[in-house]
């Protein structure tokens, strides 16, 4: 409930910043007339007949802008320009004298991209990559908050809500899993991807009127590293749960496994309205949980199946010989394609031949299944002929491409420049073919990729083009994008902001008469340490002359950077934001792989779009001269 307060209007100061950012400021009512972008946020709301009694004043100590106060003094309102451009970029909303809401334009063009509770409202920190309104991926929010989301997203059937809360790929590639849990975690959010359509329109666990109460689990617990090949130790809870409230009626909803990734918690499974075994800390199956009476039900000859597959699984984990990994992989198939086929529902069914043909295509694109590749031929040959599975087979036919692709790259005398135009090709043929399908932008983007890869570059961008034109709603359109303004770069300038690791604030624009390189790199990555070499002893040689390195890291977390950080001094500015190589950095100049290396002249004119290490000093020398 937001409380209304009597306050009191004083003198105001006015500055001389853009109307259509701060407005005539003079007026307590048009202040307080601005609202945080974001619905969910209780703050103090004045009633317009005291507002009379409230006061503005000059924000000096902050930077510049204006705070709105009650009579008492109380603050209600801030709003500031933080960093002198004469624009606001800070929106603040205070309830009972704390700022509890704040909406932020970090790159400073008077569109707010992030959006931070604090205070009494929570930890939550959301992200608006295009800049409309809506949250796009979670920077911050903690276990409470993530549950709380789930009841959210179920109670407004609300998908895309619910899938910013799932386990990214590139997140699951970076907790430093061994093989076989990492393969149960991905089958798990594949099936939540696939089933959330289903269950957000056929629950009852929720009701429009439902209350999130509160969180219901015990401690987390950790995963070291070292269990399953781990690299890296993984903070988690099992069986986490949703309290809440409907009509006075207490209820549980259970959403599973939740995984610390940075600071943000991210979900692996559907929501139920039962708990089942844990996941991490119980001996159980690893299959992705159906949900009964929503998405389907578990018969014995399924469950018998789900039993196999976790026993193939098992093996798999500790199989080394090529001919007993093509048999378990086989068997693997087997147990798949047997689940499917006990599928209650065409939705079910085909989450599970989506998970048996990237099963399939992982296991030959890894050479550990070879035959797989004429077994996924038929499959697409079986379900052409199909009428209801359509959907399913641009998907399929897609990972059988991929993974005739990987094989052909594998063999001894490999012709790769043959390899390679028939990749396009094939690539090509699938886009003309699938004008509609939701595979059809990720193809594009490869086709895309490779055709630059291959120094094709007109054809690279007329693709990357094709993507954004004719699937501009879907998040592989912001990559292509940018992809293709980064192939147009050269003799023009580019703009970039961000944050440090440590939070300094970098424009490139403040850069001008230097020439700067900007590095985008993993540490992950191990060419991209050796380039970090070759930059540190370029730094050296001809930092006195206007040279300026900026990193760009592309690790999913800031600890993986930081704890880098820790032994290994790098002396130029590192900008990240989590995400990687999905993160807005990543995205802004469509960067695909690393390492990618820029080159900025003095006059901030892109002079090399992609140079080489090996390239740097003869580049420097010239264009210090």
């Known amino acids: 409930m937001r409380k209304n307060v009597h306050c009191i209007i004083v003198a105001t100061a006015v500055f001389a910043l853009s109307p259509t950012q701060l407005w005539a400021a003079s007026s307590v009512t048009q202040a307080l007339a601005l609202e945080p972008i974001q619905a969910d946020v209780d703050y103090d709301i004045p009633s317009t007949e005291t507002a ?154 929720v009701a429009s009127e439902s209350k999130w109460l509160h969180f219901g ?88 199946l789900l039993g196999e597959l976790e026993r193939i699984d098992e093996s798999l984990a500790a199989a080394s010989n090529s001919a007993t990994l093509a048999k378990l992989n086989r068997e693997r198939a087997d147990a798949l394609e047997g689940i499917a086929k006990q599928a209650s529902s065409a939705a079910e069914r085909a989450t599970w031949m989506r998970q048996f043909a990237d099963s399939i295509s992982a296991a030959i694109q890894a050479g550990d299944y070879p035959d797989g590749i004429d077994r996924l031929k038929k499959v697409v040959a079986g379900l052409s002929r199909d009428k209801d599975s359509a959907d399913l087979v641009p998907y399929i036919t897609l990972q059988y491409l991929t993974a005739e692709y990987g094989q052909k ?28 399908s939701d595979s059809t932008p990720d193809a594009m983007l490869q086709l895309a990729f490779a055709h630059e890869l291959g120094g094709k570059e007109s054809d690279a961008a007329k693709w990357y083009g094709r993507v954004v034109s004719d699937f501009s709603s879907s998040p592989i359109a912001t990559k292509a994008a940018g992809a293709k303004r980064r192939l147009e770069s050269v003799g023009s300038s580019i703009q970039l902001r961000g944050k440090t690791i440590d939070g300094r604030a970098v424009d490139l624009s403040a850069y001008r008469g230097k020439t700067v390189l900007i590095h985008y790199w993993a ?3 191990e060419p991209c340490k050796e380039d970090l070499k070759t930059i540190k002893a370029l730094q050296a040689r001809y930092g006195a002359k206007g040279f300026a390195p900026i990193g760009i890291n592309l690790d999913s977390e800031a600890n993986s950077l930081k704890e880098y950080l820790r032994t290994t001094s790098l002396s130029w500015p590192q900008l990240f934001e989590s995400g990687g190589l999905d993160s807005r950095l990543a995205n802004e100049l469509g960067v695909m792989t690393v390492p990618t290396m820029m080159l900025i002249d003095k006059s901030g004119r892109v002079v090399r779009r992609n140079v080489h290490s090996t390239e740097l000093d003869t580049e420097l020398q010239r264009l210090l001269k």
Not at 222 to 247: E, Q, R, S
Request: proline share 3%; charged share 30%.
């Open 52 to 205: 009379a009694k409230c006061k503005i004043e000059a924000a000096r100590e902050l930077g510049a802008g204006w705070i709105v106060r009650e009579e008492s003094g109380q603050m209600l309102r801030r709003f500031l320009d933080t960093n002198k451009d004469k624009k606001l970029d800070q929106w603040s909303y205070f309830k009972d004298g704390i700022e509890i809401y704040r909406d932020v334009d970090a790159n400073f063009n008077g569109k707010a991209d992030q959006y931070r509770w604090m205070g009494t409202s929570g930890t939550r920190w959301g992200l608006d990559k295009n800049e409309d309104g809506t949250i796009d991926s979670w920077k911050m929010i903690s276990p409470e908050e993530t549950t709380a989301e789930v009841i959210s997203a179920l109670q407004h059937k609300d998908v895309e809500r619910f899938k910013l809360l799932l386990l990214t790929t590139s997140e699951l590639n970076q907790l430093g899993l061994g093989k076989s849990l990492k393969s149960d975690i991905a089958r798990r959010i594949k099936a939540a991807e696939d089933g959330i359509e289903s269950l957000s329109e056929s629950q009852k666990m």
């Open 523 to 525: 540490t992950w990555c």
């Open 217 to 304: 689990g015990t401690r987390p617990g950790v995963i070291p590293a070292g269990a399953d090949g781990a690299t890296k130790d993984l903070v988690a809870y099992d069986n986490a749960a949703a309290i809440i409230d409907t009509d006075g009626k207490h209820g549980q909803v259970s959403v599973g496994t939740l995984v610390r990734v940075g600071d943000a918690w991210r979900i692996i499974d559907l929501p139920k309205s039962q708990a089942s075994a844990g996941f991490f800390y119980t001996s159980v199956d690893r299959a992705p949980d159906v949900i009964e009476g929503d998405v389907g039900s578990v018969n014995e000859a399924m469950q018998s």
């Open 409 to 436: 790259l594998q063999s001894p005398n490999a012709d790769f420049a043959k390899i390679q135009g028939q990749w396009l090709k094939d690539l090509e043929d699938f886009s003309k073919k699938y004008p509609k």
